[in-house]
Nanobody
Framework: QVQLVESGGGLVQPGGSLRLACAAS????????MTWYRQAPGKGRELVAT?????????????NYADSVKGRFTISRDNGKKTVSLQMHNLTPDDTAVYYC?????????WGKGTLVTVSS
């Protein structure tokens, strides 16, 4: 079955960096767009970054970012390892949230359980 497992969250000081990873299984993730969402305390879930696929034959795809993270976050995929990563730099307290990996496979939405990122001094 489709599974998405996030990792890499933790506590980081403002201005610091973290790299999140999403391990995908049960489907050919290279053939589907993959997205990171986040949900801050008391707020709704918001899209952070998406990476599409170029026919599933490349490690690369086009990317899209929320305005709030442009220039600081980078989404990438490693199709061989079936992972999607989110490199985050210059983190601020506003980035504090649970970060979720998402894929829509055959019109069904799948989510990981999330990984908590806390930005605090």
């Amino acid at each position: 079955q489709v599974q998405l497992v996030e990792s890499g969250g933790g506590l980081v000081q403002p201005g610091g960096s973290l790299r999140l990873a999403c391990a995908a299984s049960g489907f050919t993730c290279s053939s589907y767009p993959m997205t990171w969402y986040r949900q801050a305390p008391g707020k709704g879930r918001e899209l952070v970054a998406t990476i599409t696929t170029l026919g599933g034959i490349t490690n690369y795809g086009s990317t899209n970012y929320a305005d709030s993270v442009k220039g600081r976050f980078t989404i990438s995929r490693d199709n061989g390892k079936k992972t999607v990563s989110l490199q985050m730099h210059n983190l601020t307290p506003d980035d504090t949230a649970v970060y979720y990996c998402h894929a829509r496979v055959f019109l069904v939405d799948y989510w990981g359980k999330g990984t908590l990122v806390t930005v605090s001094s």
